[in-house]
């Protein structure tokens, strides 16, 4: 986590060894080599690793018909997902009839307590994000970009877009809070309550309980493909093509489930 200090590139390299550890593991077991059955819970598995005093017993049940695959979040917008909630607040007042950034006096943002010192602390600082990295992981900024220009693509978190006056002077309006009850929710629900003030007074209130992209609110297939798109074809989009039309034309509809199961029968 220490590069939200100094905006490197290390949350990308966190993610990526985690990928290729799983893409490798995947060919060592397509080529039959062996692994250990007690990885997790034997002598010298995980949790031993981490604990003189491990407890397997407190792990949960897998469920064959349901891989917790099914339950992970998937990101519409490449920032920290503690900001996600934020987002779709500020989409549903952008969206208002007559809506003006400039009526705006004060927006306030709750953030949940798992990520408040990430997004959020401190707040001069964050509010000015220099990298791509610390824009990522400003709620100010985040939250600014939104009401000013809508949901923020990728881009949005490189210059010339740091330096935008308007989002700039938007982001020193924006304020964090916590709610009581979303903490309470968190980390099973992770949402949001936007509190926007007008200049003539007006008080406006959104309550999102699930950011777009969880399960609850799972994203249209139309929307995981220009996900996928907006990520690979900046590198090869030839290839980033050919990959998704091979996808889709075999034809995905095998059940998670079914290719998660262990027993031969699968």
Known sequence: MAYVHNGCDGKRLNAGWAAHAGVVAADLAAVGTPGPPDALTGTYGLLSAFSNDPRPEN????????????????????????????????????????????????VTVSVLPGGGTIVAEPAAPKRRPTNRVDAQFSVYYVAAQALVHGPPTPDRFDE??????????MADRIEVASHAGLDRAYPQRWGCEL???????EVRRV?????RGDPRRPLSDAELQAKFLAAAEPVDAELASAVLHGALAAGLDTPVAHLARTDKAA
């Not at 509190?195 to 007074?201: D, F, I, L, Q």
């Open 59 to 106: 792990l949960g049940p897998l469920d064959p018909e349901h891989p917790a695959l099914l339950d992970v979040a998937i990101k519409p917008y490449a920032c920290c997902r503690y900001i996600h909630p934020v987002i779709d607040a500020c989409r549903e007042v952008r969206v208002s009839n007559g809506f003006r950034p400039d009526d705006l006096h004060r």
């Open 207 to 211: 309550l999102v309980e699930d950011p």
């Open 160 to 169: 010339p877009h740091l330096s935008d006056t308007e989002v700039l002077r």
């Open 195 to 201: 509190t926007a003030e007008s200049v003539a007074g």
